[in-house]
Structures are given as structure tokens and as C-alpha cells.
């Protein structure tokens, strides 16, 4: 299965010079708690704003750069290398990586913050035409939030 996992604002900012422009500690244990034990596939930037490998999964990087290697991670260089990977396949960002797979995984982990930020990375646009709302929870805690699993609807 290739799942979408990201955290939005209403203007679809995902970040701002290679960094979430909000702590949301409770969005990142949902993260920790759906990706462990699966496989997240990420952006090489996406992997260096982390600064290392997340632990308790399998951590891959689609990069074009051929020499790029880091420990801890896989390297792949293609979108069809992912098709190959086993497992619950998280598609973990950044932008560019979310752009080419919107059109290919099944459903969307998407937490929204209720506000604006100033960024330079955004989520593609969607619409609940494409996808139904499989479930919908308020977070608990500051800012504003909520947890969304979007399944896609069929597509025929």
C-alpha cells in the first residue's frame, strides 16, 4: 500500500527554508505512531532537514543525486523504485516528492493546522472530489488542528 503523510496549513504551507514553521508535538507522535514499523520514502532535503534516519523503520531517500548515500537510509534514484518497495509504503515529502506521487498512492494521513504561515514548500491542492473522508479528528492541543485519513475514490 503508498500512503501520503504530511502536515498542512490552510494555505497548504509544508515549510519554510527547509523546516516545519510550527511544533505540533501531537502531529509527530501520530507520525511516529502510523510510520513505525512501515517504510517512509522522502525527498533527499526532507532527509537532511531531519538530520538522520527516523528510528523503527525503513527509511528511504529518492534522490537524482548518484553519490548521495547517508547512513542508515536507502538511496533510490527513480519513482518506479518505490513501486518495488514491500510493505506500507508513507510518501513523506517534501513538495516536490509529494507533487510526483499525488496522482499514484491510495489514501492521505493529513494533519491540517488551523492557521496561515509564511512558507516556500506546499502540499499539492486536492479536492474531496478525488477523496473520501475515511475518518476526521480534532487535535487536542495548540495551534488549532485536525487528523484526516483520505481514502481516494474510485477512480473509473
Not at 510518501?91 to 506521487?101: K, R, S, V
Not at 496561515?116 to 488549532?144: C, N, Q, R
Request: with cysteine; proline share 4%.
Amino acid at each position: 500500500m503508498l500512503s501520503t503523510i504530511v502536515c498542512h496549513d490552510q494555505n497548504l504551507v509544508i515549510g519554510y527554508e527547509n523546516k516545519m514553521p510550527w511544533h505540533l508535538p501531537e502531529d509527530l507522535k501520530r507520525v511516529k505512531q502510523l510510520t513505525t514499523g512501515n517504510t517512509i520514502v522522502m525527498g533527499r532535503n526532507t532527509f537532511l532537514s531531519l538530520g538522520r534516519p527516523l528510528p523503527n523503520r525503513r527509511n528511504v531517500v529518492l534522490t537524482r543525486d548518484k553519490d548521495f548515500a547517508a547512513e542508515g537510509v536507502e538511496v533510490i534514484h527513480s519513482l518506479d523504485d518505490i513501486s518495488r518497495l514491500d510493505g506500507h509504503v508513507f510518501i513523506f515529502g517534501g513538495q516536490n516528492l509529494y507533487e510526483q506521487t499525488m496522482d499514484l498512492v491510495d489514501d492521505m494521513y493529513v494533519t491540517v493546522i488551523e492557521a496561515k504561515h509564511m512558507g516556500d514548500a506546499f502540499f499539492p491542492a486536492y479536492s474531496f472530489l478525488d477523496w473520501e473522508v475515511e475518518s476526521i479528528e480534532a487535535g487536542t492541543t495548540e495551534p488549532p488542528h485536525k487528523f484526516m485519513h483520505l481514502v481516494r475514490r474510485s477512480r473509473d
